[in-house]
């Protein structure tokens, strides 16, 4: 009978180090599995599902996966494997969903899901091993091969069925591509081999077989040449020679030296290694290429942040001379004053300081002047340079944003590298752009200068003149020194006169310059100290609006990139581990 019976007296329990090896590999694999959890909703379910059927399949039968194009004799091979026709054979396809056949007392089946059916059978070489029958990798209904697809990674030991009359199709080709990276052990069969017309013919195609293997794998493949159709019916009716033409012998021999405990185990084991090394690579890779995207990230956050740092710079630069040309109106102001005192204040001039109100009018004629406009033109020309530079700042950040949007696309990687991953980054730092855009497109200018004038003119009034309320610069200047001028030069002097005499004019003159000086440094000081502070209030405003808007979009970069570098070094761990076990286990 072919392979069962002496394939199964080698069975045994685990040596003590093949069961070290097994819980070594358990723990990889956990650890792989927190490793991968940090990728979050971004960890595909089917790289979820694969891992978690590695990890079961540590402990689970071996499985023998068959694939190959339909019609190429995959059925007729497996009934000749287990020596019955278990699967209907047909030269049309008869494997219509993926058969998963298992030991059994006796011949059942059952529909696991649509395309996969169960069946069991009391075939000796099911009791350790479950093979699977798979659809034609050319079949029509996509589902059939995504079963496939789904079983490959599990398998540990895939048999290759291709047909002696059209070997090694494109179909086969694309599979094959598609499952090598998976590290599976992979053994080629040529069926029907007995429909070529002599050994020449034979020797051609396995050697075609083998060439493209070759190519495709990376190294030679094993190459059986069989006829299942001679092995059923050599098998059946005890024909040894029909059984020998088959070829199921070398197939035999070849299974009972690979298959003998301990290279199943090995083979076993290598199974989810290899299936946890492509994952962790994998992963590792989506790891370095979200970094690198996030580097460019942390650059557009670090040249926001220098954007807004030049804008602080700036302001408090550019404000020390418009600052300066409000002082020197002052400074003209006092100097005009101090000469008004001078002029004003003399025994000449005696009759005309009686009277509070000439000397109120004269003051606010040769004084004051012109300057109460002057201040508040200064004042408004201020208040319209931090609007626009407010508004200047949010225009370079939505430029920059929509630069790096650009450059982004163009990069054309992002999407590649995870759907929440990406779709979190791009709205973030979408939602950045849309806010600079809509900042800017309904910046409103003159009425964010009439709040914030109204806001200077009132912080004044708290800091000097409470009374005074919302009214210009100018005026308030007017109502603060305008009134002072007959104090000074008036009712005190004329008081004084009526009491001590002509001798007191040049003491009053002294006195009232003094006064006057004081009460201009402490003008110059409230206006400087509330327009100064009202500058780095702004200032402040405007960089916490920018750093509120970009708030989001920064917990995200910094974040992932913790939760990523911590990711990254596990795998990197990880996969070294891996890759040192598989060194001890032996490539398959």
């Known amino acids: 009978m072919p392979v069962i019976s002496r394939l199964l007296k080698r069975g045994g329990i685990l040596s003590q180090r093949e069961a070290e090896l097994r819980v070594r590999e358990q723990e990889l694999l956990d650890r792989l ?7 979050g909703p971004d960890l595909d379910d089917g790289d979820r599902r694969r891992l978690e059927e590695a990890r079961e399949s540590l402990h689970g039968f071996f499985l023998l996966v068959v694939a190959g194009e339909y019609n190429s004799g995959k059925s007729s091979f497996i009934n000749a494997l287990l020596g019955e026709r278990v699967l209907p054979e047909g030269v049309t396809p008869t494997t219509d969903r993926v058969n998963l056949l298992r030991h059994g007392p006796e011949v059942t089946e059952r529909v696991v899901r649509e395309f996969l059916l169960e069946r069991s059978h009391p075939a000796e070489i099911l009791r350790e091993i479950n093979v699977v029958d798979t659809p034609g990798t050319n079949a029509v209904i996509r589902e059939h091969e995504q ?32 499952i090598r990276d998976w590290g599976k052990k992979i053994v080629f069969v040529v069926n029907k081999v007995d429909i070529l017309a002599d050994p020449g013919e034979v020797e051609q195609v396995l050697r075609f077989v083998r060439e493209h293997g070759e190519a495709l794998l990376g190294e030679l493949p094993q190459v059986f040449a069989v006829s299942a159709r001679a092995a059923l019916g050599g098998g059946a009716d005890g024909d040894q020679a029909s059984w020998q033409r088959s070829g199921f ?17 090995r083979l076993k084991l290598l199974n989810p290694l290899n299936v946890a090394l492509r994952l962790a690579a994998t992963y590792r890779e989506t790891a370095y290429a979200r970094l690198r995207v996030l580097a460019e990230d ?4 670090a040249n926001i942040d220098r954007q807004l740092a030049a804008f ?22 006092q100097a005009r004053g101090l000469g008004f005192f001078d002029e004003h204040v003399r025994i000449g001039r005696i009759r005309g300081l009686l009277s509070s109100d000439d000397i109120r009018r004269a003051f606010e004629r040769e004084v004051i002047g012109e300057t109460p406009r002057r201040i508040d033109e200064e004042v ?13 700042v949010w225009q370079d950040i939505e430029a920059y944003i929509d630069r790096r949007q650009i450059a982004r696309h163009r990069e054309g990687m992002v999407g590649e590298v995870g759907r929440s991953f990406t779709y979190n980054r791009q709205a973030l730092l979408d939602s950045v752009g849309r806010l600079s855009r809509e900042v800017v497109g309904g910046y409103d200018r003159e009425a964010e200068s009439r709040a914030l004038a109204n806001e200077v003119h009132g912080a004044f009034a708290t800091t000097a003149l409470a009374e005074v309320g919302a009214v ?21 002097l ?15 003159r002294r006195k009232v310059k003094g006064e006057f000086r004081a009460r201009m440094d402490e003008l110059r000081a409230r206006l400087t100290d509330s327009l100064t502070r009202q500058v780095h209030r702004e200032i402040a405003d405007s960089t916490e609006r920018v750093n509120q808007a970009i708030a989001p979009y920064r917990r995200f970069v910094e974040t992932q990139q913790q939760t990523l570098n911590e990711a990254r070094d596990e795998l990197v761990v990880t996969e070294e581990a891996l890759k040192r076990l598989r060194g001890e286990l032996g490539r398959p």
């Open 472 to 492: 210009g610069l100018g005026a308030a200047l007017v109502v603060a020194l305008g009134g002072a001028a007959a104090d000074f030069t008036g009712v005190l």
């Open 298 to 301: 942390v650059q557009t956050l």
């Open 380 to 392: 408004a020309r201020l208040v319209d340079w931090i609007v626009e530079r407010n508004l200047k």
């Open 147 to 178: 079963l496939t697809r789904d079983f490959v990674p599990r398998s540990d030991l895939i048999l290759f069925v291709t047909s002696a009359d059209r070997p090694f199709t494109e179909s086969e080709r694309a599979f094959l591509a598609e």
């Open 249 to 265: 012998a070398a197939v035999e021999r070849y299974l009972l030296q690979t298959l003998d405990q301990e290279e199943r185990v």
């Open 312 to 333: 602080h710079e700036e302001m408090l630069r550019d404000y020390e001379p418009r600052l300066a040309r409000l002082e020197l109106l002052l400074n003209e102001m």
């Open 494 to 508: 004329a008081s004084t006169l009526a009491v001590g005499g002509l001798y007191v004019i040049p003491q009053k």
């Open 33 to 39: 599995a927190g490793a991968l959890e940090r990728f």
